[in-house]
């Protein structure tokens, strides 16, 4: 099972390139060996799910990922890694001499599997799911300070019918690469966080009409076929006590649901009913994923509007006319004002004279 685990992670490592031409000015980034902080993952597995972590990392055009067979030749080189064990001082000594900005370090710490079941005297309905989660830390090799400390957990389900007689099953699916897909998912999840943290850059829509939307998401991205993604525009920004911004609420839009994966991007449908209007999608939306229970939370919340009015830009219009519309309504009292004063004056006089 976990030979088999261990060849889908590399399938996906293969299948993901990094791109030849890049751009100037990049984030240098270097990602250390991931460690196995949870049962029934060996060490060489863990390692693959950081390389599978760091190709997801190259589809940005603003992040430069160094390769770690450079990274681990400089631990070897300079004594710097002892008995396996990474810490922030060592993976900011490596970082400092392969030119990184900032080194991350990552465990996966958790893998479940499960299957529930449904039956109806001999027939029933099996559902075979998987989590998975992965802690991350970026460390910024000037100041040695750890910069971000993230956790995602990735989630993969698969139903299927099943034939039971007292107690006989015969399950027409199995539990195989469903770990596989969890841990692809939690790493997906926090590539798009880390992006976000450390460039600003943010996966998003790219091209919609009524019936289906482009994602600048594609399989080198971490994206997968029937995985849900909400569509979404910024909204209020949040602060804490101290002033310190802590990012905006999500304005939410639509769900939408990958049926199609390519390189660099996929394509993608509603998610089902009650899942938004995917008509109001517009090209630059961005997108984040959600899983079917964190779906269903948003419809039950009635999340998505019936119009676009939530936008950030257009309440921002709205508040430069409603602010227009004061002050000509505040000269208009001025000229008012003067212009009965004026009068007043005039009429005084004209009584002094008479006088």
């Known amino acids: 099972m976990k030979k ?4 889908c992670l590399f399938a996906c490592l293969i299948s993901i390139r ?3 031409a890049l751009p100037e000015k990049q984030v240098r980034l270097g990602v250390m060996k991931f460690l196995s902080r949870t049962e029934g993952l060996s060490a ?9 972590f760091a190709r997801m990392l190259t589809s940005s055009k603003t992040i430069s990922v160094i390769e770690r067979d450079q990274l681990d030749a400089i631990a070897s080189e300079h004594k710097l890694i002892m008995s396996g064990m990474v810490t922030d001082e060592s993976a900011v000594k490596i970082g400092k001499i392969a030119g990184c900005q900032y080194m991350i370090l990552g465990a996966v710490t958790n893998i479940e599997k499960s299957e529930s079941s449904t039956n109806v005297f001999i027939f029933g309905t099996s559902k075979y799911s998987a989590v998975a989660t992965i802690d991350v830390r970026v460390v910024d090799v000037e100041t040695t300070e750890v910069k971000l ?6 989630t993969s389900s698969q139903k299927g019918t ?13 539990l195989e690469g469903m770990e596989a897909g969890a841990i692809a998912d939690a790493a997906s999840r926090l590539s798009l966080k880390v992006r976000e943290a450390l460039t600003g850059e943010h996966a998003q829509v790219i091209d919609a009409d009524s019936k289906e939307v482009t994602l600048s998401l594609g399989a080198t991205g971490g994206a997968q076929y029937g995985k849900l993604f909400r569509v979404y525009v910024d909204g209020t920004e949040i602060f804490d006590a101290d002033g310190n911004s802590l990012g905006h609420k999500m304005n939410d839009i639509a769900v939408v649901k990958i049926v199609d994966v390519q390189r660099d991007f996929s394509i993608a449908e509603t998610a089902g009913k009650g899942a938004g209007n995917i008509s109001l999608v517009r090209r ?7 899983t079917p229970e964190e779906l269903q939370s948003l419809i039950k919340r009635k999340a ?3 119009s676009r009015a939530q936008e950030t830009k257009k309440n921002s219009e709205l508040d430069d006319f409603l602010k227009d519309a004061r002050n000509e309504n505040a000269k208009t009292k001025s000229k008012t004002t003067t212009k009965s004063t004026t009068s007043k004056t005039r009429t005084k006089s004209k009584r002094s004279g008479s006088n």
């Open 4 to 7: 088999k685990i261990f060849l």
């Open 18 to 20: 990094a791109d030849a």
């Open 44 to 52: 060489d597995h863990a390692a693959a799910v950081g390389d599978v």
């Open 149 to 154: 400390s993230l956790s995602e957990t990735g």
């Open 162 to 174: 099943s034939f039971n007689f007292y107690g006989l099953t015969n399950d027409k699916l199995a």
């Open 284 to 290: 630059g939306d961005k997108i984040y994923p959600v």
């Open 304 to 306: 998505f509007p019936k």
